[in-house]
């Protein structure tokens, strides 16, 4: 129950960094009727880093790979100056392998298995972090020897996914429901990034969510905390709670 607990207060203390004495923007996206809904947030850390959150918010299952959370994009002007850093669960996160859960593995292992890369990117973006082929890394992974990226594993499932069944995802690794990034080299604001979205699957050809920036932290909080709460009441059922 505490680690429960734990993930909607981190989706919560993401929907509301805004609000906080750190700077941060953050990008929503939800088509209900594709069964998308996803928010990254970019916090300007301080020393040159930026950090990004990147969270799968869909209240509903996970169908299928095609709806697994694999990457998202964004335009920055300076993109070739960032250097990716570490990649990792948000604290509470779950660990997927079909039906079985556990506590995610560490950065030294996620950072594997995600990608930095800069160039043509959907909608005008020339940078984008991913877990999958469709992109060519640019600096490479999170953490090294970093594994060739194919297939949606260690991609991100939405906060509703339950474990039931496979729902065709294989077996494969999956995190729930939020990541975190830190690249190096940011000295611009964070007002500059632009044009980003949300990829899912493993081809460009899969569902693409345009996230538009979000100025009021408080709409997207709820968002959140209702993700959260269809998570922690899945997993309490799980329990026999």
């Known amino acids: 129950m505490r680690k429960i607990l734990g993930i909607g207060a981190a989706l919560a203390a993401t929907a509301l960094a805004g609000n906080g004495a750190m700077a941060s923007q953050m990008f929503g996206g939800t088509n209900l009727s594709m069964q998308l809904s996803a928010t990254a947030t970019f916090t300007d850390l301080g020393g040159g880093k930026l950090g990004v959150t990147l969270a799968n918010t869909y209240t509903g299952d996970t169908v299928d790979q095609a709806h697994v959370l694999t990457g998202v994009f964004f ?74 990226l194919d297939g949606s594993g260690y991609g991100i499932l939405s906060a509703g996914y339950a474990g039931s069944d496979l729902d065709g995802l294989s077996n494969r690794p999956y995190v729930q429901p939020s990541m975190e990034f830190i690249l190096s080299g940011f000295t ?26 979000v100025p009021e932290p408080g709409a997207i909080a709820l968002l959140g905390l209702g993700a959260a709460a269809v998570f922690m009441l899945r997993r309490k059922t799980q329990a026999g709670v």
């Open 75 to 148: 335009n920055y002007a300076s993109a070739l100056s960032l250097s990716p850093v570490s990649a990792s669960a948000s604290a509470g996160s779950i660990f997927w392998i079909g039906s079985t859960s556990g506590p995610a593995p560490d950065s030294s292992v996620l950072g594997t298995e995600w990608a930095y890369g800069t160039g043509s990117a959907p909608h005008g973006a020339n940078a984008g972090i991913v877990s999958s082929g469709y992109y060519t890394p640019g600096f490479g992974n999170f953490a090294s020897p970093g594994d060739m």
């Open 188 to 213: 611009g604001s964070l007002s500059s990034i632009t044009d980003l979205s949300f990829q899912y699957g493993t081809s460009l050809s899969e569902p693409n969510l345009v996230g538009l920036p």
